[in-house]
């Protein structure tokens, strides 16, 4: 008769009565079916003792360790389960003699989130171990700790990896630094991906090559809108296909405070200019909550870098937390109008009351319609999706003269789902300097980093 063994606990120790059920239930290792622990690591040690034989039934094999102590924990090598279909380990290790397909081929998920350091896999490992998993449909990779130092990196890139194909892989996770995520990639090909959900560590610069490289050769991660989220530690795009609740890409760079964020998500979305440069949709917004209160505006110049790749943009959504921001950046120049910011923008609508989105805008909106680029602006409030339902709220359209009045834009636009972590440990994981800074000493860093990547042949 098929055994079930589930405990969850996340604060407290197993009684001693509930150790031995579970390590009675484990001795029968002919009849697991399904095992499912979350408990702190000194409970679980003994449990993974018990994994170092076959279990010839075991399907479902979830284990999650909810404190942290010196010794990792890690599955023995041992380990043999040839009909398991769902493999999940948090801070949990895998031994570097287990090969996956020895152990099980009938993998359709599997989960490897908050690697313990000692465990490491190595980018060319970890390929090897996913080459003879051919119904594999999820996979999800992420770390404790940035893994490799950058001390590492350098070893790390040059490795020869032989490619794999991931027939049928439907979901792909990502949580860790741009190197192994690039070497990564470089050796992977997932022709039916569906969703692609990748957070970075912070650092200056990102070369996101190899990334752009795979997006674009997956046909189902094309994109027609994008919502971009500042959050109080990190930044995130979000794209679609069309549907708000069918995401197929979200990239977050967990950093802080908002100048740093522009930057880096500036680089990722440059890196993906080929991929974006489908969005008919873009919303912008900045989650106020939390975010530190800054004396004066932000560069324009950060704005418009990070506006460059979005060229087929039909219609722009800015939340009210931005639009005094984005006002300015819109704005013509000592140079003249910025006509290279957005050139197909038709729609553009803004969370303000009817005449503040004039006195906002007024100046833009002219100057497009001079030079024959008319934007129709319309004020109200951006449309959520709540838990499938969908909240308008109408929205009203400012007139301006010589110009045209737009239908109100009801659609609604794609919520925020991610999760990522945040970590402090090391040079990719700092979220960078905290609060406000004089425009002078971020653009110093800005141009120190931008020599820096000149110098490695990045442009």
């Given at each position: ?232 530690s990190c930044a995130s795009i ?75 943009v039909r219609r722009l959504h ?142």
């Open positions: 008769m098929p055994l079930v063994i589930e405990c969850r606990n996340n604060t407290i120790a197993w009684v001693l009565h509930d150790k031995e059920n579970i390590f009675t239930g484990l001795q029968r290792n002919d009849c697991v079916r399904r095992i499912v622990l979350q408990a702190p690591s000194p409970s679980l040690r003994t449990c993974l003792v018990a994994l170092s034989e076959l279990f010839p039934q075991l399907e479902h094999l979830s284990i999650e360790s909810t404190t942290k102590e010196e010794a990792s924990l890690v599955l023995p090598g041992t380990f043999r389960a040839p009909n398991l279909r769902h493999l999940a380990f948090h801070d949990i290790g895998l031994p570097e003699q287990l090969s996956l397909p020895a152990s099980t081929t009938a993998l359709v998920t599997l989960t490897l989130t908050h690697i313990p350091a000692p465990y490491y896999l190595h980018p060319g490992h970890l390929v090897t171990q996913l080459q003879d998993l051919p119904y594999l449909e999820e996979l999800s990779i992420g770390f404790a700790v940035p893994m490799p130092r950058p001390s590492a990196e350098g070893k790390l890139l040059p490795a020869p990896i032989p490619r794999v194909t991931l027939p049928i892989l439907k979901r792909f996770t990502f949580r860790g630094v741009v190197v192994y995520l690039e070497n990564l990639v470089a050796q992977m090909y997932a022709p039916l991906l569906e969703q692609l959900d990748i957070t970075l560590l912070f650092q200056l610069a990102f070369t996101l090559v190899n990334l752009a490289q795979f997006v674009y050769t997956i046909e189902r991660l094309r994109c027609l809108s994008a919502r971009v989220l500042f959050r109080r979000v794209t679609t296909n069309g549907e708000p609740r069918d995401r197929n890409l979200t990239i977050s760079v967990i950093c802080e405070p908002l100048d740093w964020q522009i930057d880096s998500i500036s680089q990722v979305c440059g890196a993906l200019a080929q991929v974006l440069s489908s969005i008919e949709e873009l919303t912008l917004d900045l989650e106020e909550a939390g975010i530190p209160f800054r004396e004066s505006a932000l560069d324009d110049t950060l704005w418009r870098e990070f506006l460059q790749p979005f060229r087929g800015i939340g009210s937390a931005l639009t005094s921001e984005l006002s300015d950046a819109l704005k013509p120049d000592a140079g003249g109008l910025v006509m290279e910011l957005l050139p197909a923008l038709q729609d553009l609508e803004v969370q303000l009351e009817r005449d503040d989105a004039y006195n906002a805008f007024s100046t833009f909106i002219g100057a497009r319609e001079r030079a024959g680029r008319p934007v129709y602006l319309s004020a109200g409030h951006i449309a959520w999706i709540l838990e499938g339902t969908t909240t308008c709220v109408p929205t009203q359209t400012v007139l301006l003269e010589g110009l045209s009045p737009t239908v109100p834009s009801t659609s609604p636009v794609m919520p925020y789902r991610g999760q990522p972590g945040r970590d402090s440990d090391g040079t990719h994981g700092s979220k960078g300097p905290r609060g406000s800074r004089k425009h002078s000493d971020f653009a110093q860093s800005i141009a120190q980093k931008r020599k820096r990547r000149k110098r490695q042949g990045y442009r």
